[in-house]
């Protein structure tokens, strides 16, 4: 595992104590998991996926990822719906380890309750939550 000193928290984002990201849009957000994350899970063989216009709630698996270690479910970081997949990840999986915060992400929501954003950790705060 890497140093956690090594790893990339970018401030522009939103982080849940799930370890999952979020990047907002206008109305709109893409999410993926974290940079600690993917080094936890090690190689990523597979994601499940969520179709588009699937509906959850913040807090809710809409997917999962599976690694040569384990399986781990995947959680809205707030409430939505999915208005985009992103596809590549069914023939590289990896990209998530490679560039979790670039092309390894994983689904685009469209906000559902704005106010849910004020739940989300900072950079500076996941950077905490993860060294306790």
Same mark, same amino acid.
């Given at each position: 595992?890497?140093? @956690? +000193?090594?790893l990339?928290f970018?401030?522009?984002?939103?982080?849940t104590?799930?370890h999952?990201?979020l990047?907002?849009g /206008?109305g /709109? %957000?893409?999410v993926?998991? /974290?940079?600690?994350?993917q080094?936890?899970?090690g190689?990523?063989?597979?994601?499940?996926?969520p =179709?588009?216009?699937?509906?959850f +709630?913040?807090g =809710? +698996?809409?997917g999962? %990822?599976?690694s040569l270690?384990?399986?781990?479910d995947l959680?809205?970081?707030?409430?939505?719906?999915?208005?985009?997949?992103?596809?590549?990840?069914e %023939?590289? *999986?990896?990209?998530?380890?490679a560039? *979790?915060?670039?092309?390894?992400?994983i @689904?685009?929501i469209?906000?559902?309750n704005?106010a849910?954003?004020? +739940?989300l950790?900072?950079? =500076?705060?996941?950077l905490?939550?993860?060294? =306790?």
């Amino acid at each position: 595992m890497t140093e @956690i +000193a090594d790893l990339n928290f970018p401030e522009d984002l939103r982080y849940t104590d799930n370890h999952v990201w979020l990047r907002m849009g /206008t109305g /709109t %957000a893409r999410v993926g998991i /974290t940079d600690y994350a993917q080094d936890q899970l090690g190689e990523i063989v597979f994601i499940d996926l969520p =179709e588009v216009e699937d509906q959850f +709630a913040g807090g =809710e +698996a809409f997917g999962g %990822a599976e690694s040569l270690k384990s399986v781990s479910d995947l959680y809205m970081p707030v409430s939505g719906q999915v208005i985009n997949v992103n596809h590549q990840l069914e %023939a590289a *999986p990896t990209l998530v380890n490679a560039q *979790p915060y670039g092309d390894g992400w994983i @689904i685009e929501i469209r906000l559902e309750n704005p106010a849910e954003l004020d +739940a989300l950790m900072t950079s =500076e705060g996941y950077l905490k939550f993860i060294q =306790e």
